[in-house]
């Protein structure tokens, strides 16, 4: 049974590009959530994708969105990118909500 | 604000020993907890979820919950030097707009040494 899969694994971007971070959830798992983790500090919810829409979101701009397929497997795309960006990016997924949240091995992201 | 506060460590112990990680956390309607055990450069791993007051063991590890003093505690006995890692406290509000969402405090460093 597969896990959570996320991809690339690392990605170096310029300030004012644009990236695309993809998902792939958990078998049987259909809601998929996104966290922003810097370094030394706890992950930081961005968004939540539940059949397809936008559920809930976190105190991030704009600048971050996503999609969520009917296969529930889902996209964070980040726009404008800013040195503040760079982090690792973790996609979670559960069996609905509220539920177990089982992380991806996530995405190192550094933005030069 | 819904916040999740940990005693950032580093905690040391040895072999053997019990290590005991502590979180608070801000919104008395929290329904769900969580822990997590982050291995440096990799990503959170689940051990361990409790919902209701009191004790949930899983072999090494127990999980105790006081939602009246708002507060998750992890204990881990016989201690390895393989516990060694950053473990993330976890609190899903369960309710409203929220819900979902887990919020996470800034992590406890644990180290055991041989």
């Known amino acids: 049974d597969a896990g959570v899969t996320q991809s690339p694994t690392h990605l170096i971007k310029t300030r004012g590009q644009q990236v695309t971070l993809r998902c792939s959830p958990k078998?049987?798992?259909?809601?998929v959530s996104w966290y922003q983790q810097a370094l030394g500090q706890g992950p930081q919810f961005i968004f939540q994708?539940?059949?397809?829409?936008?559920?809930q979101r976190g105190n991030f701009p704009d600048r971050f969105s996503g999609h969520q397929f009917p296969n529930y497997s889902s996209e964070l795309n980040v726009n404008a990118l800013l040195l503040g960006d760079s982090a690792l990016y973790l996609c979670?997924?559960?069996?609905?909500?509220?539920?177990?949240?089982?992380f991806g091995p996530g995405t190192r992201l550094t933005v030069t | 604000q819904k916040e999740v506060e940990q005693n950032s460590g580093p905690l040391s112990v040895p072999e053997g020993a019990i290590a005991s990680l502590n979180c608070t956390y801000s919104?008395?309607?929290?329904?769900?907890f969580f822990w997590y055990r982050q291995y440096s450069g990799k990503s959170p791993e689940l051990i361990m979820s409790?919902?209701?007051?009191g004790d949930k063991e899983d072999g090494r590890f127990t999980a105790q919950l006081n939602k009246a003093s708002q507060y998750v505690s992890l204990l881990i006995r016989d201690s390895q030097p393989s516990d060694s890692a950053t473990y993330l406290c976890?609190?899903?509000?369960?309710?409203?707009?929220?819900?979902?969402?887990?919020?996470f405090g800034r992590g406890t460093q644990l180290t055991v040494w041989p």
């Open positions: 919104d008395r309607g929290s329904q769900s």
């Open positions: 409790i919902y209701s007051n």
């Open positions: 976890a609190v899903n509000s369960g309710r409203g707009s929220t819900l979902g969402r887990l919020y």
């Open positions: 078998s049987g798992h259909d809601t």
């Open positions: 979670a997924s559960s069996p609905g909500h509220p539920s177990e949240q089982y």
């Open positions: 994708y539940y059949e397809e829409e936008e559920r």
